[in-house]
Nanobody, 123 residues
Framework: QAQLVESGGGLVQAGASLRLSCAASGRTFNSYAMGWFRQAPGKEREFVAV????????DYADSVKGRFTMSRDNAKNTVYLQMSSLKPEDTAVYYC????????????????WGQGTQVTVSS
């Protein structure tokens, strides 16, 4: 069974950095675009970043552009989200997802989801 597992979340102070990982198991996600989304308490899940297959194109939400970098290691079936200059408003559960159709900004377009990892940024 296909599974995405996020890790790397935690509690950090504003200005710190974190690297999230998302490891795929049960199947290969070769040819899938991968995305990161986040959901804060009481808010809808929102787009953070997307990377194409095999990884030449990335795009980011305006709120994280210049601070977050998404990458993928296809040999390891893993994607990463390097987050720097973290702000309290980045606090959320972060989810990775796989899209067989080439990449999207929209939750509804993704086919597989991980369980999420909590990121909390204190001021």
């Amino acid at each position: 069974q296909a599974q995405l597992v996020e890790s790397g979340g935690g509690l950090v102070q504003a200005g710190a950095s974190l690297r999230l990982s998302c490891a795929a198991s049960g199947r290969t996600f070769n040819s899938y675009a991968m995305g990161w989304f986040r959901q804060a308490p009481g808010k809808e899940r929102e787009f953070v970043a997307v990377i194409s297959w095999p990884g030449g194109i990335t795009d980011y939400a305006d709120s994280v552009k210049g601070r977050f970098t998404m990458s993928r290691d296809n040999a390891k079936n893993t994607v990463y989200l390097q987050m720097s200059s973290l702000k309290p408003e980045d606090t959320a559960v972060y989810y990775c997802a796989a899209d067989r159709s080439g990449g999207s900004y929209y939750v509804k377009d993704y086919d597989y989801w991980g369980q999420g990892t909590q990121v909390t940024v204190s001021s």
